[in-house]
Structures are given as C-alpha cells and as structure tokens.
T-cell receptor, first 112, second 113 residues
Framework: DAGVIQSPRHEVTEMGQEVTLRCKPI?????LFWYRQTMMRGLELLIY????????DSGMPEDRFSAKMPNASFSTLKIQPSEPRDSAVYFC??????????FGPGTRLTVL | GENVEQHPSTLSVQEGDSAVIKCTYS??????FPWYKQELGKRPQLIID?????GEKKDQRIAVTLNKTAKHFSLHITETQPEDSAVYFC????????????FGTGTRLLVSP
C-alpha cells in the first residue's frame, strides 16, 4: 500500500484566497483524521471522520475551515478565506477500527 | 477535556546514553498512550504504545511505563544512537474504537556521536 497520500505537499497562497488540501487514506481504513501542526501549538486534531461521517469537529478553529469526505478514499480540508495565521503543516491520518493512526506526509501551507 | 504535558522540550545526550521523556495527562478516563517519532520534515510515526491495563512495555531499545494512579507515562530509550535524533510526541486518548488523541508539545532529542 502507498500509505496515506496528501496533496499538494506545499502550498503558498495570498491572504484571502481559498485553499483546498486533499487526502487519500489507506485503502480499507474507516477513520480519517485532520491535524494541524505549528511550533506554537504542536499537533492539534481538527476533525475526524468514521465511515465518511464527521464525528467530531470541535477542533476546527473557526467557520473559515471546513472538511468533507465524499467517499471512503477521499477527503478535503478547505480554508476560505485564508489568513497568515493559518500557515502550518496539515497532516491527514487514517486508521482501521481505532488502531494505529498512519500519518500522511503533510501539506506545508504558507499564507502571505 | 484531556490535557497532556510533556517534558523536557529539548534533550541532548551522548551516543550510548539513555534518554527519558515524561508526560502527564489530566483525564483519568484516558486508556491509550502512544508515542510518535517525527524526523525533520517527515511525518509522525508510531514507535510504541501502551494501554492502561499494562504497566510497562518494551520493544528492543525503547520502553514505555505507565502509572495510572499518578497519571503519568514515560518513554525510555537505551543505548541511544544518532538516528534516534528526532522530535518525540506523547499522546493520550480513549481507545474505544476511535482514538481521539491529544498530543503533548514534543521533545526534541539530539544524540551526539
């Protein structure tokens, strides 16, 4: 298996623009997690899905952030409009039945 | 909600020495405690985990101990090697099928040859 796949790996955008991050979980995994990593706040769970259904989005910082999982093999995290303080590395992870979480390579987002 | 504190934030050791990283958690209901290693520019990867029905777990040069009464758990690395240099994260969560994890702030371990 190729592992969790994320795209793009790097994204540089200007304040106010819409940003869409993409994730393909490991085939067969039923949980998908979105994390944000910054120097100041470390690794924070933003939202997670079970069988494509959002279970807990209490970590989503504000309404500018939204996440979807239209099917078992694809999820998006969207920021609209983006702000400089959104600059971070965003990780997607997946797991099977609550087992080990496998992280993707991350998307480094820079908002100018 | 759960809160996880991790110490130290940085740790420098000589090759061959032991390294110990400590974490405390606040929610007594937490029962799953994984440790992740993140090399520079890479993704976090699970290196060892422990569940609350176990007090200690070993895997070659790494071991984790858990004290549920005191709500703290530790990572022990023996005979450290330069390739152990990385940031290590502890986490706590409920392993009831979904593993909502709360991570510590990380420890940067530097092993000097």
């Amino acid at each position: 298996d190729a592992g969790v796949i994320q795209s793009p790996r790097h994204e540089v955008t200007e304040m106010g623009q819409e940003v869409t991050l993409r994730c393909k979980p490991i085939s067969g995994h039923d949980y998908l997690f979105w994390y944000r990593q910054t120097m100041m706040r470390g690794l924070e769970l933003l939202i997670y899905f079970n069988n494509n259904v959002p279970i807990d989005d209490s970590g989503m910082p504000e309404d500018r952030f939204s996440a979807k999982m239209p099917n078992a093999s694809f999820s998006t995290l969207k920021i609209q409009p983006s702000e400089p303080r959104d600059s971070a590395v965003y990780f997607c992870a997946s797991s099977l039945a609550g087992g080990e979480q496998f992280f993707g390579p991350g998307t480094r987002l820079t908002v100018l | 909600g759960e809160n996880v504190e991790q110490h130290p934030s940085t740790l420098s050791v000589q090759e061959g020495d032991s390294a110990v990283i400590k974490c405390t958690y606040s929610d007594s209901a937490s029962n799953y405690f994984p440790w992740y290693k993140q090399e520079l520019g890479k993704r976090p990867q699970l290196i060892i985990d422990i569940r609350s029905n176990v007090g200690e777990k070993k895997d070659q040069r790494i071991a984790v101990t858990l004290n549920k009464t005191a709500k703290h758990f530790s990572l022990h690395i023996t005979e450290t090697q330069p390739e152990d240099s990385a940031v290590y994260f502890c986490a706590a969560g409920l392993n009831t099928g979904f593993q909502k994890l709360v991570f510590g702030t990380g420890t940067r371990l530097l092993v000097s040859p």
